[in-house]
């Protein structure tokens, strides 16, 4: 669990040896507190977004303008499977960007409030590929279901083209960002490098926005 939490200041952020001692210390501190890190766990946060984006969102009536649980339960029985998948896609590429959001925010968080976010600061790997893990789910769906893989539907007759080309400037960014999220790729880059890379990430998660705002707007209205 100690190793655990001293990983990512390892690769250390652009600050005074003496600030970075100091994140540690506090990071061990909290350690001490096992109930409260357990809690705090990645994977619980991510669960807590998915089920909170399900609770709010794909229950949520938008003729209606109100939560009609009837519609999760709908979508969670597979009633009608393609429109259940369709919805959970949607929250896969929400979950996506709310992770991405997540996981980049820390590291400045941390710098302005090191003593409030500084235990929180292990989440930004975890959190980042589980991000990106959602984002290739849903760019995997939607590819098939909605373009069929077709090239031509894709590129050529798609009247919500720059949407498309974010949406794939966005995942490939986050795939190297993820392929580079090892103390190896670290090494072999050189840290100027590698947080240049890492750097990109708020890039990969305003084309992220862009897309999103796309597809959900008409076509006639759209970019």
Request: glycine share 4%.
């Amino acid at each position: 669990m100690q190793a655990a939490l001293n990983k990512p200041f390892s690769l250390a952020l652009h600050a005074p040896l003496r600030f970075r001692n100091s994140l540690k210390s506090r990071a061990r501190d909290y350690s001490m507190h096992p109930a409260n890190w357990l809690k705090l766990k990645p994977h619980v946060f991510a669960l807590l977004v998915v089920v909170s984006l399900l609770a709010f969102y794909t229950a949520y009536d938008k003729e209606a303008k109100t939560l009609a649980p009837e519609k999760l339960v709908k979508v969670l029985s597979f009633e009608e499977p393609g429109n259940s998948l369709r919805e959970l896609n949607k929250v896969a590429a929400l979950a996506a960007i709310g992770l991405v959001s997540v996981a980049l925010a820390l590291g400045p968080l941390t710098r302005l409030f090191p003593k409030t976010f500084c235990p929180y600061l292990y989440f930004r790997k975890p959190l980042g590929l589980t991000g990106f893990a959602f984002a290739a789910a849903h760019s995997a769906f939607s590819l098939a279901d909605y373009y069929k893989l077709d090239v031509t539907r894709m590129l050529y007759n798609n009247p919500k083209i720059v949407g498309f080309v974010a949406a794939v400037l966005s995942l490939v960014i986050l795939l190297a960002m993820s392929i580079a999220s090892t103390k190896s790729a670290v090494e072999r880059m050189g840290y100027p490098k590698w947080k240049a890379l890492q750097t990109l990430g708020y890039a990969a998660l305003l084309l992220a926005v862009i897309h999103f705002y796309v597809l959900e707007t008409d076509a006639v209205k759209g970019f």
